[in-house]
């Protein structure tokens, strides 16, 4: 449709095939739309009876938004839609829903020993160049702890991390 606009200025957007086109492609986004939104329901219906305590990231979407790695997958998640979804039922059956500080180090912080990385020992986007790791593994380097030089997945060992502030809420502040 923008080509076609391109091409013959603004009386393209006066032709019958044009605004026909257009309804079609706004019926799709509307459908594609409810389909999401109907997934999102479902799913914090779901989490909600199945936990009472239900632990999420309280995170900065809109600077997550400036990154131009992910700025696109995170966009498509609607995390903003999601928290606000989840909140609101989680009141309603009385759950408890814990939101993790958005500075909490919980793609930094070892599951097993509470060890967290800094400096040059972090994990970004890109992996961790020091350690020539990749960004979706977690090694911990304290060598007291059960996981010393074993590859975890960084999802699963943030998840640990997350599941820990049930027990110990005092662990969520940023360091």
């Not at 990231?57 to 606000?84: C, D, P, T, W």
Request: include cysteine.
């Amino acid at each position: 449709m923008a080509k076609k606009r391109v091409r013959n200025g603004e009386a393209a957007c006066e032709s019958k095939n044009y605004l026909k086109t257009k309804a079609k492609l706004q019926a799709c986004y509307r459908k594609a739309s409810n389909i999401q939104n109907d997934l999102m329901h479902k799913f914090t219906t779901e989490l909600v009876n199945d936990y009472d305590k239900i632990v999420i990231e309280n995170l900065s979407v809109k600077g997550m938004l400036m990154s131009y790695i992910a700025s696109k997958g995170v966009h498509r998640s609607m995390f903003g839609k999601f928290k606000q979804i989840l909140t609101y039922k989680c009141d309603w059956y009385g759950k408890d829903l814990i939101l993790a500080n958005k500075l909490y180090p919980s793609t930094q912080r070892c599951a097993a020993c509470g060890n967290v990385k800094k400096g040059d020992d972090k994990i970004t986007l890109y992996g961790n160049k020091k350690h020539g790791t990749k960004h979706n593994e977690y090694i911990c380097y304290n060598k007291k702890c059960p996981n010393y030089n074993k590859v975890v997945d960084r999802d699963k060992n943030a998840m640990l991390s997350l599941l820990a502030l049930t027990e110990h809420p005092e662990l969520n502040h940023a360091l």
